[in-house]
């Protein structure tokens, strides 16, 4: 998952177009599963210090541990 598309949905996905929404449902749904890499958290984690926003980390991340929508996955150096 791209980190923009992450933080638009974190923010009610207005902004997103309806086939990104589709996608986001179907997960939300389960039936998909939505792969999050390490480095979108680390994106993310910048984008939310840039907004102000940093004290809400650690829900997002608890959010994505809870969720069956979501599964956080590294970049491997065979995955480029």
């Known amino acids: 998952m791209d980190t923009h598309v992450f933080y638009w949905h974190l923010e009610?996905?207005?902004k997103l177009p309806p086939s990104i929404?589709?996608?986001l449902s179907q997960a939300q749904a389960g039936n998909a599963i939505?792969?999050?890499?390490h480095i979108?958290?680390?994106?993310l984690f910048?984008?939310?210090?840039?907004?102000?926003q940093a004290s809400r980390l650690a829900q997002i991340l608890k959010s994505i541990?809870?969720?069956?929508?979501?599964?956080?996955?590294p970049i491997l150096l065979e995955d480029i």
């Open 34 to 37: 939505l792969v999050i890499s």
């Open 65 to 73: 541990q809870n969720s069956p929508a979501f599964r956080i996955e």
């Open 21 to 23: 929404q589709s996608i």
């Open 46 to 52: 910048f984008l939310l210090q840039k907004y102000r």
């Open 40 to 43: 979108v958290l680390a994106e």
């Open 12 to 14: 009610g996905g207005d």
